[in-house]
């Protein structure tokens, strides 16, 4: 019986010290803008879409310095083409 209680006890601490640590990481995040991670946010451009049927649509994407055409709503989506990037001036 009291082995219980301490087990529950411990298992109650745990999880506020895990839950303290998740806010005080949030606000680290927040404080210090070095600690953010990175993203860019021209990673993946979509250059263009084009609706085929009611569910199928081809899009044009750029990703890495590469251009794909993928085609999705099919029964299953697929990258048709992929052809490296038009040099821009």
């Known amino acids: ?26 606000r680290a995040g927040r404080l210090f803008p070095a600690l953010r991670p990175r993203v860019d946010a021209s990673a993946v451009k979509l250059l263009g879409s084009l609706s085929l049927d009611g569910r199928r649509r081809l899009h044009l994407i750029e990703a890495g310095g590469q251009q794909a055409l993928v085609l999705t709503g099919g029964g ?3 990258v048709a083409l ?5 040099s821009r001036p």
Request: aromatic share 2%; no cysteine; charged share 5%.
């Open 1 to 26: 019986m009291q082995g219980e209680a301490v087990q529950a006890a411990f298992a109650a601490i745990a999880l506020a010290a895990v839950i303290l640590l998740i806010l005080l990481a949030g």
């Open 76 to 78: 299953s989506d697929v």
């Open 82 to 86: 992929i052809a490296p990037a038009p």
